[in-house]
């Protein structure tokens, strides 16, 4: 049995090991003379912060926690359903330049609905593809990367 606050502070501390060496490579990124284009580094740097950010947020969770009860090992995750998200992730990857960011994102993302046991089908298809088309709008419009469109390219 492992106390909880201890798990908390060595995650933290390895994160913040993490994020200097992630720094340390994006402030090493090529610059671009593009006008009105986001550079390489910009979002390596908004994982950084956010990263960061979410690590001193733990850090002053367990500064200001009591004593925490200790928890057991369970292995959360059957090795079946792993496999089957393992095999997704890999049809994800050969489907993606063939039918778009989009078109590839909604079956990925409704079979990890199935997968961690949603079973009402309006659901799994409303939100794969409002999920997809919200991070699409995210990345495209916001964040200005150019994301395959495939076989929708009409609709985006």
Known sequence: MINMRTRNLV???F????CGGYAYLTVNLPTRAIENSTQPSFFPWVI???LTGLTFLLLIQIAVSGKQPNIERKNQVPVKRLIYGLLLSLAYMFALP???FVAANIPLFGGLMYLYGERRPIWIGLG???ISVIVYLVFRKIFQIILPVGILGDVF
């Open 15 to 18: 994160l913040l090991f993490l």
């Open 98 to 100: 063939k039918l778009g």
């Open 48 to 50: 950084v912060i956010f």
């Open 11 to 13: 995650a933290s501390i």
């Open 128 to 130: 794969s593809i409002i």
